[in-house]
């Protein structure tokens, strides 16, 4: 099933829908960091919810969410832009946790209590960041909690990351709506009542329902329209030259010091895992640029 993202309107624009399917997208967040169910599970749905939330972003625009917790999984962090990339990671993708009392993947308990960030950088001078305690460490409800005390916009987040026996990620995706004013309360009590009867959103995804299928499931009986639709995927900035700039602000001394003790330096992105070296020769030509500057 293709990986995209829908964004639509209904009741004459006074709900704003956004659903997203992210299988492969979680799976190849997976394999890139070698995370364990509970950890797969959780980055997945900050993941899911980053690109959820990016609606209204700029073409240089960046929305970044952290989730700060003081469970065993530790900080997860997710960024997304207007063109549906994303990139993240947990910080301890190797924790084991049994199943809850519900008989499902533990990701409140991974989580923990502590508090969640959300940063739009919408090009202008200063990024935005506003924050709230988390609620239930589940992440969809915490991403609504936010919305409500930060932007007043009610909203029903639902995020789902169906793990397979192998660890493999079977299904993933989500769906958020929102309240803008001027909703009918009759047509909010529909969309309540159509929920009662909605099978969770993973299993609806690896029953084959696509992003326009769950809107359609969420909002029966309610006339939608689509105004978006794009591919994500899973993508990270780094390269060799952006973390050059790691060690060049280190300075010439501290890289000396590698040079002597070490003979090369190696530096592994947080966001893909992905490892650069840098051999003795390309430090000593960074200690010969940095003297260079200090000259001229």
Known sequence: MQNNIVRSTALNGTLRVSSVITTN????????HDTFPVATAALGRVITGTLLLSWGL??????????????????????????????????????????????KIDVGGGVGAGSLYITKDLGLERPYTGSTPLITGEIGDDLAKYLLDSEQTPSLVSLG???????????????????????????????????????????????????????????????I???????????????????????????????????ETEGRAEIRCHFCNEEYLFNKDDLEKLVEEINNNKNK
């Open 225 to 259: 329209k689509i105004l978006d639709e794009k591919p994500v995927m899973f993508k990270c900035e780094c390269s060799k030259d952006k973390l050059e700039n790691i060690l060049i602000s280190l300075g010439d001394k501290e890289i000396k010091d590698i040079v």
């Open 25 to 32: 997208v979680i799976d190849e967040a997976r394999l890139k």
């Open 58 to 103: 700029k073409e240089e625009g960046t929305i970044t969410v952290r989730v700060l917790g003081d469970g065993p999984l530790g900080g997860i962090i997710a960024i997304a832009n207007s063109q549906g990339e994303v990139r993240g990671y947990v910080q301890e993708p190797h924790v084991y946790l049994p199943l809850n009392s519900a008989g």
């Open 161 to 223: 990351v169906l793990v397979d026996k192998d660890n493999s990620v079977l299904a993933s995706g989500g769906i958020i709506i929102q309240a803008l004013p001027g909703a009918e309360e009759e047509a909010l009590i529909k969309i309540e009542e159509n929920l009662k009867d909605v099978k969770p959103i993973s299993t609806l995804i690896k029953e084959g329902l696509d992003a326009k299928g769950l809107i359609g499931e969420y909002l029966k009986g309610i006339d």
